[in-house]
C-alpha cells in the first residue's frame, strides 16, 4: 500500500454531507494504491453505520483515547499502513481525480513531507481565495493539515494540547527536524469553510492562551 488517506471524523454540522463529499473525492482518483483510514472521535456507532454504505473500502478505527482532533488525527496515522499518510479533514476532498497521482509522482526517495497549493469553498461548487503555501516560522502560511503529506515513518504527531495552532505547531517540529516541505506546483486540495471550523468556535481567550503556550514551548 502506497498512500494512507487519514480522515478523522465526527458529528460535526452536515457531517453526512461533508463525509460524503471527502469519501467519494477519494474514491474517484486516477492513483488506486491508497487506503481510506476512518479515525471516528464520536460518542456513538452512528457514523460507524452510515459508512457501511462504502462496503469494505474503508478502514474504520474508533479513537480509543482522548477526544479532541489533535487526538483523533494521531490515532489515524497511527492506523495509516501506507508508505506516506495524506491526511484529509472530514470537511475538506480532493481538487479533481489526479491530485493524489500528483503527490506520489512528485514525491520523492528524497522528499519527507509535502505541502500542496489549495482553495477554499463554502458552497462546495464556487472557489476562492488559492493559496499558495510557503513556510514562516511565525504564522501558518502553509496552511490545514489538509495540505500536507509526509512519509508514515515519521512519528511526529499533533501536540493534543492545541486547537487554535495545532497545525504551525506541527509544521515547526517537521520543519526543524527535516527542513522545508516540497511545494506542490498546482492546486490540490479544497478546504472547506463553515461555522464548523474552529476560527469560528474558539474564544479570543483561548487563542491567547494557545499563542502563550507557543511562546513557552519555542521561546
Request: with cysteine; aromatic share 14%.
Amino acid at each position: 500500500m502506497q498512500v494512507s488517506v487519514v480522515v478523522p471524523v465526527y458529528k460535526m454540522k452536515n457531517w453526512q454531507e461533508l463525509t460524503k463529499r471527502n469519501i467519494d473525492s477519494i474514491f474517484l482518483q486516477s492513483f488506486r494504491d491508497f487506503e481510506i483510514v476512518i479515525s471516528d472521535d464520536s460518542d456513538d456507532n452512528e457514523i460507524r453505520e452510515w459508512l457501511n454504505q462504502y462496503g469494505n473500502g474503508i478502514k474504520y478505527y474508533k479513537n480509543p483515547g482522548e477526544k479532541g482532533m489533535p487526538n483523533n488525527t494521531n490515532y489515524g496515522m497511527d492506523m495509516a499502513t501506507g508508505e506516506l499518510t495524506k491526511i484529509l479533514y472530514q470537511d475538506d476532498y480532493f481538487y479533481d481525480e489526479r491530485s493524489l497521482w500528483d503527490i506520489v509522482r512528485h514525491f520523492t526517495a528524497w522528499t519527507q513531507w509535502m505541502i500542496t497549493p489549495c482553495v477554499h469553498t463554502e458552497n462546495g461548487i464556487d472557489f476562492f481565495n488559492e493559496h499558495r503555501p510557503y513556510y514562516s516560522e511565525s504564522e501558518n502560511t502553509l496552511g490545514s493539515p489538509s495540505v500536507l503529506t509526509l512519509r508514515s515513518e515519521i512519528k511526529e504527531r499533533f501536540d493534543p494540547r492545541f486547537s487554535w495552532v495545532l497545525d504551525l505547531d506541527f509544521y515547526k517540529r517537521l520543519f526543524r527536524k527535516y527542513g522545508k516541505p516540497k511545494y506542490l506546483d498546482k492546486v490540490n486540495v479544497v478546504l472547506g469553510l463553515g461555522s464548523h471550523q474552529m476560527t469560528h468556535i474558539l474564544s479570543d481567550e483561548r487563542k491567547q492562551e494557545e499563542f502563550k503556550l507557543m511562546t513557552q514551548k519555542y521561546g
